[in-house]
């Protein structure tokens, strides 16, 4: 049985950082494809940064560009979303995502979905 839990979030003021960690049990080849996504209030989920578990690479969204990094530790099974120079519209409920599709921004193709946990900036 495939479980991804978050942890994490919390309340930083602008310009602060965060590091968020997922943890990731029951992998299978249905979990070869890891992602963050996040959801604001009132607001439709969005991709953040997607990682394959086997080979370096990276995809992120837009906004979070040059500011996140999304990285993995294979041996714990944990991925992580370092977050810099964060902004109040970073502010959301952030999601780890596992699915079979390499680098996908589609919310829809990921199977997989952990509770979310809350981040907050501060102004």
């Known amino acids: 049985q495939v479980q991804l839990v978050e942890s994490g979030g919390g309340l930083v003021q602008v310009g602060g950082s965060l590091r968020l960690s997922c943890a990731v049990s029951?992998?299978?080849?249905?979990?070869?494809?890891m992602a963050w996504f996040r959801q604001a209030p009132g607001k439709e989920r969005e991709f953040v940064a997607a990682?394959?578990?086997?080979?370096?690479?990276?995809k992120y969204g837009d906004s979070v560009k040059g500011r996140f990094t999304i990285s993995r530790d294979n041996a714990k099974n944990t991925v992580f979303l370092e977050m810099n120079s964060l902004k109040p519209e970073d502010t959301a409920v952030y999601y780890c995502?596992?699915?079979?599709?390499?680098?996908?921004?589609?919310?829809?193709?990921?199977?997989?979905w952990g509770q979310g946990t809350q981040v907050t900036v501060s102004s």
């Open positions: 995502a596992a699915g079979i599709v390499v680098l996908s921004s589609t919310r829809s193709l990921y199977s997989y």
């Open positions: 029951g992998r299978t080849a249905s979990t070869r494809y």
């Open positions: 990682t394959p578990w086997s080979i370096d690479m990276t």
